[in-house]
């Protein structure tokens, strides 16, 4: 994928952090998550679990041998203790959490107390087949339902935001406050960060962020055989410094590993049993735990859906025509409120003006920051939410009329600049993909694909060909992915998926479908990434009535229908272009992680 993708329901995070267009003010339901994530050094330790055991790769890890006892040091129980504090406490979430309403939106409003939180840390095989060899940390944290154990509890909700790379802690604060109290009331949230991604420990770190991604960077799309070799340069010291750095660690970075350590997760909590909602990379996650362990699935929400037939190089091909035309899509909006941007009355009008500056910035860069490289960064997130679409429009309409680049440098802070933190989670990104598949080693071939492409979408083909480009040059090979695959003895699943999404398009939810028998479709007809609690209270009420109840999914229908289909997101309102405020690092900081 191209980058963490999944601004999944953190995007109504990241939008009540913003100032909203037209005046409105945004809310502070989101504050409370920003810190989450943070204090690694707090969590509290426990002992290690050896989970189920699994064979190495010249011993495949299936359904049967996830049955077996498991090996390893005895399992203790989790020590949940009081998360480290930072920032200020909330004590109640505003928002109408069992319609979807938005903050900032017309819907009824209720006030709704803050879960609990509590953090720990639970210990893992680095190598599942060498269960009392080297171990490494997961952090967790949990907000506890409110239903007794002995009433009608549904057990532990695990959840993901995808990636890979992005870490959950901040998503299972946002899940159990945006669910229906009675749902939230009835599951534990839990969320984690997976291995590799801070604060779990080791955290991947493979270079000094400041120095490698320093901007302006080179631009991503060469204009001979210079330009693209610098390119092809900076993959390759990208990729050694990860194995430099972590030589040890990177054999054992894979999905596969990744669902081992969901259930050593389960077995810590003492569940039979789990659900799980992941969005993004995160439905390839759940899918590949349901192969696996398909008796330990309570329920099981894919938004979002991966392809799993394009694991994951075939995947990146199809995102770059899918990323296209969500630019267009947006390029398209823009000229249909030409009267306040006035970049064009056409979608070939606005396009124009976005290519030219898009030239200009290579020798002028904004501010002295945003080249054509880091333009791309930022615009590309309009591609996973056409919320930021109207603070997008304002910084273009800025920079071509006025010559004014302060909000494309300030959108550029808040949502491109690659610091510490995104910096992990670019290596943990990598580490997994380039590890998962066989990715090609031959440059020639990148460049040939990624050339064709260019003519027919030029938006995205090279800057995700040059994001990806290290897996050419990746210290470990990619390895042979896990066959996704449904089974009878799995509950009904329930996908969600945009029809006009850029990160994950539509026909990789239909070849999910197909793989899983028991699965269902419930689609939007808008492009935003990361459907459910962000909003679509179709969506929502679809959500809510599978947890409460998983014989709930609509019926399946024909190959390409949905079991039920939803209205997208209103389409977002235009913004002058001289508004007083954009997207901040502050506001950022509130939103959920990507």
Not at 459 to 482: D, I, L, Q, R, S
């Amino acid at each position: 994928m191209k980058r963490v993708v999944g601004v999944v329901a953190g995007v109504a995070a990241l939008v009540a952090g913003l100032a909203v267009p037209g005046g409105a003010a945004a809310s502070g339901e989101a504050a409370a998550q920003g810190a989450e994530a943070r204090g690694a050094a707090s969590w509290s330790r426990v002992e290690p679990s050896g989970g189920a055991r699994a064979g190495d790769r010249t011993a495949p890890w299936t359904p049967a041998t996830a049955r077996r006892r498991p090996w390893g040091p005895p399992q203790r129980p989790l020590e949940w203790r009081p998360c480290p504090s930072e920032g200020p406490s909330q004590d109640v979430f505003q928002g109408d959490t069992s319609s979807g309403g938005l903050p900032g939106s017309a819907a009824p409003r209720t006030a709704r107390r803050e879960p609990v939180k509590e953090c720990a840390t639970l210990d893992v095989p680095l190598d599942y087949s060498e269960p009392y060899g080297q171990r490494i940390s997961l952090a967790l944290n949990r907000f506890r339902g409110t239903v007794s154990r002995d009433a009608n509890h549904l057990g532990v909700l695990l959840v993901n935001p995808g990636g890979p790379g992005g870490e959950g802690l901040s998503l299972a604060g946002y899940v159990a406050a945006r669910l229906p109290a009675d749902v939230a009331a009835r599951f534990d949230v839990v969320g984690f960060a997976p291995r590799g991604v801070a604060p779990s420990r080791p955290a991947l770190s493979c270079v000094d962020p400041a120095r490698f991604f320093a901007a302006p960077r080179p631009d991503n799309v060469p204009r001979g055989d210079a330009d693209e070799q610098v390119l092809a340069d900076r993959a390759r010291q990208y990729a050694e410094g990860c194995g430099n750095r972590w030589a040890w660690f990177l054999p054992y970075l894979t999905s596969e590993n990744n669902a081992r350590d969901m259930d050593a997760i389960r077995a810590a909590l003492g569940e039979d049993k789990i659900s799980y909602l992941g969005y993004s990379y995160g439905t390839y996650l759940g899918a590949v735990y349901a192969t696996l362990f398909p008796r330990r699935v309570r329920r099981l929400v894919l938004d979002s859906v991966v392809d799993p037939e394009g694991v994951w190089y075939g995947a990146n091909i199809a995102q770059d025509r899918s990323f296209d035309r969500r630019h267009r899509d947006f390029l398209a909006w823009l000229a249909a409120h030409d009267d306040v941007y006035r970049l064009g009355a056409s979608e070939a009008a606005v396009s124009y003006a976005w290519y030219a500056m898009r030239a200009r910035l290579r020798d002028r860069p904004a501010g002295g920051l945003v080249g054509p490289s880091e333009l791309d960064d930022v615009f590309s997130n309009g591609a996973y939410t056409d919320r930021l679409w109207p603070y997008l429009g304002a910084a273009f309409s800025a920079y071509v009329h006025r010559g004014d680049p302060s909000i494309l440098v300030k959108l550029f802070h808040s949502e491109a600049e690659i610091d510490a933190e995104k910096e992990n989670a670019y290596a943990v990104y990598l580490g997994v993909e380039c590890r998962d598949a066989p990715w090609p080693r031959s440059w020639a071939r990148w460049h040939d694909d990624t050339r064709r492409l260019h003519a027919e979408a030029p938006f995205m083909a090279w800057p995700n060909a040059v994001y990806n480009a290290p897996c050419a040059f990746w210290p470990e090979k990619g390895g042979t992915p896990v066959k996704v695959a449904g089974s009878a003895q799995l509950p009904p699943i329930l996908l969600i998926q945009a029809q006009r999404d850029a990160a994950t398009p539509y026909d990789g939810a239909l070849r999910m479908r197909r793989r899983f028998p028991t699965a269902r479709l419930v689609t939007s007809a808008g492009g935003n990434h990361g459907v459910s609690l962000a909003g679509n209270a179709c969506v929502d009420r679809y959500l809510a009535a599978y947890l409460r109840d998983a014989s709930a999914p609509p019926q399946r229908r024909g190959a390409r229908g949905a079991g039920a289909s939803c209205p997208a997101d209103p389409s977002p309102r235009a913004a002058a272009p001289d508004m007083a405020a954009a997207p901040g690092a502050a506001a950022h900081e509130s939103a959920v992680r990507r």
